[in-house]
């Protein structure tokens, strides 16, 4: 059953949602619709190797790596 | 997904009501003063309401109590724990969805949100702190990088002391030591 996940633009980077879809596109099928203010990822078709874990560690994933480009868009260390 | 309330640390941010830049500390022990005010503040507070269900925590932050970078690093922090997922509910707010990794029962959960809670009023003061010291540590940097001829190196000691020791001697000739004892 496929799974939709709202990544708000003011949360994560456009560009790191797309890097994960890339990232994760062999494990799944992704489709990813961007909107003003927001991405839209729908899941499905998953390996059943990582049914339980492919959802979750995709927006771990997304959320990473927003965090680390918006710090490095403002000239910050990480922590 | 059941609710529960801890005494927590919800209410104002450090930074609320202080103008940008007049009421900046002036030195670090200043600065680190202002963190302490804040954690008393923080600390003086609402109860804290989170939901939790099977292995996930959800709680909804006020974005102009908590703001968006010290949230940023606490997920960071909690990225290798569990899985967490942010949503913007509506304008001003944050959602933070904790999910475990593994099975965990209530009171793991509890514990786990008590932990986020606890990290984000850290990164919360690490913040206000950052803030505060902000001009200090660009002076010093400014200092580092563009240092005039007044700063005193290694080499202008050195070179301080030899003519502290010339000035000593009667002619003004340097004289290995090993001949000045004999």
């Not at chain 2, 908590?66 to 960071?76: I, M, N, R, S």
């Not at chain 2, 304008?91 to 209530?106: H, M």
């Amino acid at each position: 059953m496929p799974e939709s996940l709202v990544f708000s633009h003011s949360l994560y980077a456009a560009a790191e949602v797309k890097s994960a879809v890339d990232a994760f596109g062999h494990l799944a099928q992704f489709s990813l619709e961007e909107s003003e203010g927001e991405s839209v990822v729908t899941i499905s078709e998953i390996q059943d190797d990582y049914a339980e874990i492919l959802v979750d560690s995709f927006a771990n994933y997304a959320l990473e790596a927003s965090i680390v480009a918006t710090r490095k868009e403002v000239g910050g260390e990480l922590l | 997904m059941s609710k529960k309330t801890a005494t927590a640390e919800s209410v104002r941010g450090p930074l609320d009501g202080q103008p940008e830049t007049e009421n900046r500390p002036a030195s670090v022990e200043e600065a680190t003063e202002t963190g302490a005010m804040a954690a008393a503040e923080l600390a003086d507070s609402e109860e804290f309401t989170y939901a939790i269900a099977d292995r996930t925590v959800a709680l909804v932050l006020d974005e102009s109590i908590y703001k968006k970078d010290a949230v940023f690093g606490t997920a960071y922090l909690f990225i290798e724990k569990c899985y967490v997922y942010l949503t913007a509910p509506s304008e001003g707010q944050i959602g933070v969805r904790l999910r475990t990794r593994g099975d965990a029962d209530e009171a793991a959960l509890e514990e786990m949100a008590g932990e986020f809670i606890n990290e984000l009023l850290n990164q919360m003061i690490r913040h206000s702190v950052g803030e505060s010291t902000m001009r200090i540590r660009e002076y010093y940097m400014a200092r580092a990088f563009f240092a005039t001829d007044t700063q005193t190196t290694i080499d202008d000691l050195l070179a301080e002391l030899d003519d502290e020791e010339l000035e000593e001697a009667p002619l003004e000739i340097a004289v290995p030591w090993e001949d000045n004892d004999a």
